[in-house]
Every structure is written in C-alpha cells, then in structure tokens.
C-alpha cells in the first residue's frame, strides 16, 4: 500500500484527503517509557529521548523494504507505527527486543504492544496514515482519527496486549546520536502541544483542522521552529562522555574503539566546518544544518497535532487563548509544558546525501509533560460527567 505524501504541513497535515485509511492487513506498534516521572526527577530525560529514538531506529529498520518509507512517529517517551500484517511476527520480535535492551542498557522499562486495525475498526475506531516528507529520502508517520490514540491507550491498560522483554537481534541503531547540547529558546519560551478531538469521527477530525487553520495564521511554523534556522545553531566540537555513552550502548559490529573514534572524528569535523563558513575538505556544514533544520519533526499529527514550537510570551498567550476557546466549544482538549530549551536525538544514515532525520522534544522531556496534563484534563471531564 502506497501512502500518500504531504510535503506542505501547514495545508495538508489535517486534510483527511490526503490520508490513506488503513484497511485489516495493518497492525500499530506501540512503544513507551514507563514511570516516566521518576526518571525525570532523577534527570534521565535524555535516556528517555534516546531509547524512543531507537525505537524509531529499529522499527524502522525492520519496515524500510516493505513500505519503502516506514510509518513511524516519535513521541518524546515512545513510538507509534504502522507495519504491514505479515510482519506481525517479526514486529513482536523487533519490539520485545528493544524492551530487553532498554532494561538491560539503561534499567529502564520499555512497555511494548500490538494491536490490529481489524480490532480498532470493529470498534469503530479507523485509522487514518499518511507521510511527512522531508527531502527525498525521508519521511515522519502522520495520523489521524481516533483509531491511534486508542491503540495506545490499548496497550498501556490492557497487559494481555503487551510484550514481554526478550533478548535478540536489532539492526539499524548504529546511526542514532544525541550529541548536541540542549538548544536555547530564541523567542521566549519552548511551547510543547498536544491536542486531542474530543469528537469521534468526522467530527473531530474536521475540529483538528479547523483548530490547525487557526493556528496556521496566528503561528508562522518556519519561524516558530525551535531549531530556528541553521545560523542559530552550533554544533558541539566533540559529544560528551554522557552521550557517548548512549551511543555505545547500541548493538553493533563494530569494535567499540573506532565507534569511539567515529564520534570524536565525526563531530570535529562538522564543527571545523562550521567554523570555517560552512566548509571542511569534503564535509558540507553549512549543509547538513540547513537540511537538520528541515528534517526535523517538530510538528506532527497523531489523532490530533503534536508540536514543539519557539514562541514569544504574546504569542504564547495568543495560542493559548485560542486553545481556551477549542474547549469551550466542547471541541478540544490539550496538554502543553513549558520549556527552556529543546532536546535534539538524530538519526544520521549519510548526512551528506541527506540522509538523515531529526528527532525534536522539549528539555526536560516537554511532551511527557503535556500528556500529563491532557491526562488530568481528561481524567476530571470523565468524572465531572459521571456526577
């Protein structure tokens, strides 16, 4: 099946025309940190980003010959993906994989799941897919309808639904980094959203796009991106013993001392080229930051808009505003959490043939925090209406 492309994200993110709906020979992959709050407080918020990350890595890895360009969102703590039905099996084996791998590197437990379109369909939940393009070889998973928030929501409170952690293969980690350093607010503050549709259906759907139309005009998203543009950034001369640390706790077959090497070699040369205008022998700095800044997915769609945006107090305000009014209207709920900074976790296959993709989040884990907040909101509507 051949999703269709959306290069325009402001036009087409909440269009469901130029979503595929998905038919019974799909499942979702579900994947996210557990007790998120405690490893916050204990300041592991880049663990937490990384071993998504990973997720996104391996998943992808395993969907890559099947569906050309996988159907994989990154959510700051975990992933959502499409996979194709007869891969059920391998999917199970991928997932269970990086839960062991998660405990076993980092102490941290991964839940893992499955859950069949079929069943979300016969629940009257359909799930909706498209693709984010972002330069010709890379693309985000976009979603819409209610069918994938609900296959989260499946996984976390169903155990029967959930994966037990097993020892075994995972390909496509080699390429994932988190090298640089959080990244400044420039405008203000770092807003990370979450919006959910309280409607099912059509209804909420035309709600999101509604919703999006709005925010299109109060927000110019370019401008709000909180990599900025490529000459607000700066690349570390070297990663640090924390981040290296992350990266060799990837399954390789390479020796760990040229992955050592790899890194230090890596990043000097990048931040050579980009002291020097943008240009080292053959490496292309200026390049690789402008095309970082494009292959990031700060905006997203899962049921409703996921984002990560640099604003300034007023429009801050102006968002929020309008936010207010989407609940009040009974059409809409949210999260958001305030940040200083933006958290970076890349994924660098050839960053000089643009390979490569960028996985954004606000510092101190800015979308778990907003889904805390949207799951408080939803959790006192729940209670307010069984009064």
């Known amino acids: 099946m051949g999703l269709k492309r959306i290069v325009n994200f402001e036009v087409n993110s909440a269009d469901l025309s130029w979503y595929d709906e998905l038919d019974d020979q799909w499942i979702i992959a579900v994947a996210d940190v557990v007790s998120s709050t405690d490893l916050a407080s204990q300041g592991r918020d880049r663990d937490i980003n990384f071993i998504a990350a990973g997720a996104v ?9 099947s569906t050309t360009l996988p159907i994989v969102q990154f959510g700051g703590d975990g992933i959502i993906a499409a996979c194709p039905i007869d891969l059920q099996e391998r999917m199970s084996d991928v997932l269970a994989a990086l839960a062991y791998w998660a405990q076993d590197a980092f102490g941290i437990h991964l839940r893992v799941g499955i859950v069949a379109v079929k069943e979300l369909k016969a629940s009257g939940f359909p799930v909706y897919a498209s693709l984010q393009q972002v330069g010709a070889r890379n693309a985000f998973g976009l979603f819409l309808g209610r069918g994938i928030t609900e296959a989260d929501r499946w996984v976390k409170e169903q155990p029967e639904r959930q994966l037990q952690p097993k ?18 607010s420039r405008q203000g503050k770092i807003v990370s959203l979450i919006v959910d549709p309280v409607h099912e259906g059509d209804v909420g759907i035309e709600h999101v796009r509604a919703l999006m139309d709005q925010i299109h005009v109060l927000i110019q998203e370019r401008r709000a991106s909180p990599l900025g543009n490529s000459d607000a950034l700066s690349p570390p001369a070297h990663p640090s013993i924390q981040s290296l640390k992350r990266e060799l706790s990837t399954p390789s077959t390479r020796p760990k001392a040229m992955r050592i090497l790899g ?3 890596g990043s000097a040369l990048l931040w050579l080229g980009w002291r020097l205008g943008g240009q080292f022998l053959s490496i292309n700095a200026k390049r690789y930051l402008n095309t970082l800044v494009l292959h990031s997915d700060f905006r997203k769609q899962a049921g409703g808009p996921r984002m990560v945006f640099d604003l300034s107090l007023e429009e ?12 009040s209207r009974n059409e809409i709920i949210y999260g958001y959490a305030f940040s200083e900074a933006t958290s970076l976790t890349c994924l660098v296959e050839d960053f000089q043939a643009d390979e490569h993709v960028h996985f954004i989040d606000g510092d101190k884990l800015g979308f778990w925090r907003a889904s805390i907040m949207l799951k408080e909101k939803k959790l006192a509507r729940r209670q307010k209406h069984q009064l």
């Open 57 to 65: 890595a391996a998943v992808s890895h395993l969907l890559k010959p």
């Open 167 to 184: 020892s075994g293969e995972l390909l496509g980690l080699d390429n994932l980094s988190c090298r640089w350093h959080p990244i400044p």
């Open 316 to 327: 801050i305000g102006q968002l929020l505003a309008l936010l207010d009014k989407g609940e």
């Open 263 to 265: 890194a230090y070699l």
